[in-house]
């Protein structure tokens, strides 16, 4: 089974501070996303990537950093924190470029919830 | 780009009553959608991705109905029972970008006992 995993589940960190959250994928996928969730704003991605050492600014990219160092990871990295980071990321891989086929959806880490103090 | 609006923001229904949420999204070049279910505190789960050649699209408990003239997806939970409680979204195609998915903006869904 599809499975993406991230770490940390949850954490707390101080504006100003730098926070990385890392994602794991064991699917043999090609394309990592992250995405964050806020109350009333849906799913908004911020990078993603469909190559190792490559990635791609998504809808909403400022203040965010990427790093897929493997086909398996993909990072994200907040340089300075701030308040307005506060949400919950999820990452998410996808095997296809072509939504088409059967088989080609996201499939969802379980997130990271981040309260930046 | 692709742009998708979702409505209600918030659903509450009784135990065997149906619900309905609508999505609206403005590329009409759009051939695939998707509905996600998040239970509470969890991800999100594919609960149905639609082609654009069916209109009707039929799974256990609920029905999605697209229509292509007006640019609308519904998802008709036609007897909802509490283990339906979760937010749903529904994505589409970015456009210019088949990479890429655009989220609704979510429809929290309360079943009452």
């Known amino acids: 089974e599809a499975a993406v995993t991230q770490s940390p589940r949850s954490k707390v960190a101080v504006t100003g501070g730098k926070v990385t959250l890392s994602c794991h994928q064991t699917?043999?996928?090609?394309?990592m996303y992250w995405y964050r969730q806020d109350t009333g704003h849906g799913l908004r991605l911020i990078h993603y990537?469909?190559?190792?050492?490559?990635?791609e600014k998504g809808d909403i990219p400022d203040g965010y950093k990427a790093s897929r160092p493997s086909q398996e990871n993909f990072s994200l990295i907040l340089e300075l924190a701030s308040l307005s980071q506060t949400a919950v990321y999820f990452c998410?891989?996808?095997?296809?470029?072509?939504?088409?086929?059967?088989?080609?959806?996201?499939?969802f880490g379980a997130g990271t919830r981040l309260s930046v103090l | 780009g692709e742009q998708v609006e979702q409505r209600p923001p918030h659903l509450s229904v009784r135990e065997g009553d149906s619900a309905v949420i609508t999505c609206t999204y403005t590329?009409?070049?759009?051939?695939?959608f998707f509905w996600y279910k998040q239970e509470p505190g969890a991800s999100l789960q594919l609960l149905m991705k639609?082609?654009?050649?069916?209109e009707i699209n039929e799974g256990q408990g609920f029905t999605v109905l697209l229509n292509k003239k007006d640019k609308r997806l519904s998802l008709n939970l036609t007897a909802a029972h509490p283990g339906d409680s979760a937010a749903y979204f529904c994505?589409?195609?970015?456009?210019?970008?088949?990479?890429?998915?655009?989220f609704g903006q979510g429809t929290v869904l309360s079943v009452i006992p």
């Open positions: 994505a589409a195609p970015a456009t210019g970008g088949n990479n890429k998915l655009t």
């Open positions: 699917n043999n996928h090609d394309y």
């Open positions: 990537s469909y190559v190792a050492d490559s990635t």
């Open positions: 998410a891989s996808s095997p296809l470029r072509d939504w088409g086929g059967s088989q080609n959806t996201l499939y």
């Open positions: 590329d009409p070049n759009s051939y695939y």
């Open positions: 639609v082609f654009s050649s069916t």
